[in-house]
DNA sequence: TTGACGGAGTGTCCACCCAACACTATGCGG
DNA sequence: CCGCATAGTGTTGGGTGGACACTCCGTCAA
């Protein structure tokens, strides 16, 4: 089977860059690479795009076969077009930005065939292909977007405490913030569900859980409210 | 000549939306397009991307080619994929995002073998493929975009008066702003050289001019400055 | 020449938001 | 029951943003 144009075409594909959350650092999946180029090289997951589904579903489903994963939240980051990005030939890659709760995916993907990992930010392998730029840009763009954008939360499991969520929120930004301005602002925002319910298994009084409340964020959203920090 | 391959590839195009500004209204440059699919409909500049050349590249080449047009700011703005969105097959095109000063280029678009023209972004006609989405999605970043970047300067000639600056704020947010606090603002900024010249040729006390120092701006934003609104 | 018109240019006050800061409460474990 | 680790809680001062109105100046026409 071949398929024939009258002008050439670059090859499609999609990659994705999917950030997770646990207790020691902010994570991104990588998949090891089975053939060439850059065969036993880290790389992010991806493939080629089919002709009958659109680029969000070409991510979805890589990322489904690749690692088992559903992602909360998957956007398009930006397209990589450079001509010599890829040995093959020319290559454009869709970029997507994914964030998933790794509680729940943390067996998943080190269980599938393929051989996938998650490694922190701030300690990555040698990439294949551009995929060094890519992640480079999707971490900005976590860095820029959490803050203005209540997306923290597709990080953590369903239930948390606010101490989880200043965490994360000082990984992801680098740098501390204030307990009781935090809690304060957060609070203010009447955005989180107080529950009757604490943490459990833990040495030392147990904090409140909370839960995120999409619902009303998307009505304030509307009236023109503005998550911000 | 023909090109073979052993999987099908999508086409890919680029495609842009230039904005401009008058003394009226913002502007978005629209291309009438002389063969099928959708003959005689309006659309955005735009067309295949060369094998050995970048997609940047290829969004100035055409630009160039189309409209006569160097854009001041070129970035890429998102990439759409629907498989139905060209009638033609599967074509995916990267969209992107321009700005030009208009005094620039009003006579240039208009004056090209094929037709060019600035349109209202307030009154367009129908469009084109699905770029009436792609223009839809270029307002909406431009309207973000330019409360935290200094990219309004771009649309504006190179020596303008804080008035011509404010109206060209509440064009693009649609919102009026105060002349005091606008003014104090942006000058406390101080990204803005202060020249010895007035406007000319108006009926009326004569404004004092001032041009953005972009030199300026690279320097604050290393030091960790944000421009903001 | 002068008066009217049109837009340029300028400062203050108040309300709110943000950052800095330290102690008490509670549950567990030894 | 005592120590430890983390939860949870308010106040203050400085700075920023928004509301607000008058004088200045150049042109043009009577």
């Keep these: 089977m071949s398929y024939t144009y009258e002008y050439p075409r670059p090859s499609l594909t999609v990659d994705c860059v999917v950030f997770g959350l646990d207790d020691e650092d902010?994570?991104?999946?990588?998949?090891?690479?089975?053939?060439?180029?850059?065969?036993?090289?880290?790389?992010?997951?991806?493939?080629?795009?089919?002709?009958?589904?659109?680029?969000?579903?070409?991510?979805?489903?890589?990322?489904?076969?690749?690692?088992?994963?559903?992602?909360?939240?998957?956007?398009?980051?930006?397209?990589?077009?450079?001509?010599?990005?890829?040995?093959?030939?020319?290559?454009?890659?869709?970029?997507?930005?994914?964030?998933?709760?790794?509680?729940?995916?943390?067996?998943?993907?080190?269980?599938?065939?393929?051989?996938?990992?998650?490694?922190?930010?701030?300690?990555?392998?040698?990439?294949?292909?551009?995929?060094?730029?890519?992640?480079?840009?999707?971490?900005?763009?976590?860095?820029?977007?959490?803050?203005?954008?209540?997306?923290?939360?597709?990080?953590?499991?369903?239930?948390?405490t606010l101490t989880q969520l200043q965490r994360l929120y000082e990984k992801i930004l680098e740098r501390e913030l204030d307990k009781r301005n935090f809690r304060k602002k957060l609070l203010a925002m009447d955005l989180l569900e107080e529950l009757d319910e604490v943490e459990q298994d833990v040495s030392h009084r147990a904090a409140r859980l909370y839960r995120f409340d999409h619902k009303k964020y998307k009505q304030l959203e509307k009236a023109g409210f503005n998550f911000e920090l």
Tied chains: 1, 2.
């Design 26 to 160: 902010l994570k991104v999946l990588l998949i090891k690479r089975g053939v060439e180029p850059f065969q036993g090289r880290w790389a992010l997951p991806g493939g080629f795009v089919r002709m009958d589904e659109s680029l969000e579903d070409a991510a979805r489903r890589e990322l489904q076969e690749e690692a088992g994963i559903r992602p909360n939240l998957l956007e398009q980051l930006y397209t990589f077009g450079a001509p010599e990005r890829d040995p093959r030939g020319r290559v454009v890659s869709v970029a997507y930005f994914a964030l998933v709760k790794l509680s729940d995916h943390r067996v998943h993907a080190a269980t599938d065939a393929r051989e996938a990992a998650w490694f922190s930010v701030y300690d990555v392998p040698k990439l294949a292909f551009d995929h060094a730029d890519i992640l480079a840009t999707a971490h900005q763009r976590l860095k820029g977007k959490v803050r203005y954008q209540p997306i923290g939360f597709e990080l953590l499991p369903p239930k948390f």
